[in-house]
């Protein structure tokens, strides 16, 4: 049974940085699987968003528009652990930031919508983050 341990989180300025990291438990023969994982998040009102995954093993990585040159991702597949580094954030990046992973697809292949979060069977329970103007 997968596990994700979310830390960081809290409340930042707008051009600030803050720091989030999740560890996975649970995957059998964790440096040879190969699975996505990443962080979601939602605000009030709005429906679960990606924010940006890593394909553990592959290393390819995949950012929503919005976040694209202000947030990045770092990965450990033995770890099984990934960082999201939230550089210069706005007001509207406010919200719940749920790590996510999908199950080993080490036999499945590639996801077609690595954003979409029907893909992701395993979720943490959540982090907020407030960024003030």
């Known amino acids: 049974q997968v596990q994700l341990v979310e830390s960081g989180g809290g409340s930042v300025q707008a051009g600030g940085s803050l720091t989030l990291s999740c560890v996975a438990s649970?995957?059998?023969?964790?440096?040879?699987?190969?699975?996505?994982m990443g962080w979601f998040r939602q605000a009030p009102g709005k429906e679960r968003e990606g924010v940006v995954v890593?394909?553990?093993?592959?290393?390819?990585?995949y950012y929503a528009d919005s976040v694209k040159g202000r947030f990045s991702i770092s990965q450990d597949n033995a770890k099984k652990t990934v960082n999201l580094q939230m550089n210069s954030p706005k007001p509207e990046d406010t919200g719940m930031y749920y790590c996510?992973?999908?199950?080993?697809?080490?036999?499945?292949?590639?996801?077609?919508?690595?954003?979409?979060?029907?893909?992701?069977?395993?979720w943490g329970q959540g982090t907020q983050v407030t960024v003030s103007s």
């Open positions: 649970g995957y059998s023969n964790s440096r040879n699987s190969r699975n996505y």
């Open positions: 996510a992973a999908t199950p080993d697809r080490r036999y499945a292949g590639a996801l077609l919508r690595p954003l979409n979060k029907i893909e992701y069977t395993n």
């Open positions: 890593a394909y553990l093993g592959i290393g390819n990585t």
